[in-house]
């Protein structure tokens, strides 16, 4: 069994890996590359192999940054199973009709000017028809059970507390009698976190792929970042300012709100509007309602009871583009929580682009900003950002919460790699080389593992592990 890193091998996005066991081609993950017009290129390239050759697709999560190339595989041929977690399979036909919608709105505008330049238009990597034969594709796999995917190839998901339905994978399979197993950790979620529950321990491997996402970082406790979440509101409602969180529709949005209602008379909440402004808030609200089972206790309570965050009062659910607008005038009162999480696109822009001159404006980041994207320039002090081409001056405050972060830190994955009983060969993946580093060293220092950083185009071999 062979593994050829093609995405995030270096970088936290394009999430993707090719297995090879001789007679069977699977593919772990097909995701986007974000970033700016560079990763549009990349993610427009054609595959590294031939997606008529692949016999299945085993996804860890509905991130875009996971998932989001899956049409463009089917588009060049691909007519293979995708497994994945049945709240996955729902998520992800709301995460990629929305990347479909956003990648044509980017296009049309992006032409609007090349024709004022005398250029040729582009055509959007991908449209609602391709998404359609992605879902088709999809076959649901509960936590817990083993499917034999293809002859001799068995794959296990487990819950790894990042999203809901994300998955730790586990691929096993006999290679000329001999067994092997790979695990995949897909994105660990952090232990102690509302509603995702604590990510499931894995005990034997032969090889085992590693996210890194925070792999230099040791987040701030959730206690801590909570409080100072409070000092924010306490600040900007002084200042009758606004509060804009960047967070992706799907895991920092509902934990924010969970926490929002958790204290929302503490935080004099009375006195603000809570925006959630995304056109697919109400579907993934909708998953996460009918996949409530998933939840830790914490998560259910909240869900069940009158600390429901949808059910709070102040609470407002915005899917209308003209209706996200209207808040574009307004000078404080509200918090508007929209995506993209890292702010390279989605209706986060606009509201970005409308109050980070003032100084009155707070913004949250409590999610992973990527090199190159707009959110990573605000995190790293930027005191002018260009939005659509206009250059917007940053007057607003820039606040990191890490310690809400939907992956683990340093602690956290070496933490979970103690679990097995013989930590096999590590190859770190998901991660800028700053964070891969620092878990390398940590990982050899304290588990004495043997760590290798993953390098796209790279290929391993899973050797038995004893
Ligand atoms: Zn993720």
Known sequence: MRVTFLGAAGEVTGSSHLVETGRHRILLDCGMFQGGRE?????????????????????????????????????????????????????????????ARLGVADIERRNRRRARQGLPPLAPLYGPADVERVLRLLRPLDYGTEREILPGIRVRLSDSGHILGAAIVELSASVDGAPRKLVFSGDIGPVGAPIMRDPTPVEDADLLLLESTYGDRLHRSRERTVAELGTIFDEAARERGMILIPAFAVGRTQEILYWLAEHHD????????????????????????????????????????????????????VEDQRDSMRWNDREGGAVIIAGSGMCNGGRIVHHLRHHLWRRTTHVVIPGYQAEGTLGRMLVDGASKVRIHGEPIVVRARIHTIGGLSA?????????????????????????????????????????????????PGLAVEVAAGS
């Not at 054609?46 to 996971?66: C, Q």
């Not at 930590?423 to 993946?429: A, I, K, M």
């Not at 878990?439 to 290798?452: D, I």
Request: net charge positive; hydrophobic share 45%.
């Open 266 to 317: 503490a935080w004099g909440l009375g006195r603000w509007q809570v925006v959630l402004d995304s056109p697919m808030a109400a579907r993934v609200i909708e998953v996460y309602g009918r996949h409530r089972a998933l939840f830790d206790a914490d998560g259910r309570r909240a869900w069940n009871g009158h600390r429901n965050p949808f059910e709070m009062p102040g609470f407002r659910l």
């Open 407 to 455: 992956h683990a830190d340093q602690r956290g994955l070496i933490d979970w790699c103690r679990h097995f009983r013989r930590l096999p060969p590590v190859w770190l993946v998901h991660g800028e080389d700053r964070a891969r580093l620092a878990l390398a060293e940590a990982l050899r220092a304290q588990l004495g593992a043997t760590v290798g950083l993953a390098r």
């Open 39 to 99: 990763e549009f290129r990349r993610n427009a390239a054609a595959f590294d192999f031939d997606p008529r050759r692949l016999d299945a697709v085993v996804l860890s999560h509905a991130h875009i940054d996971h998932c989001g190339r899956l049409p463009l595989l089917v588009r060049q041929g691909f007519e293979g199973p995708i497994h994945a977690h049945p709240a996955t399979c729902e998520l992800v036909a709301v995460m990629l009709e929305d990347a």
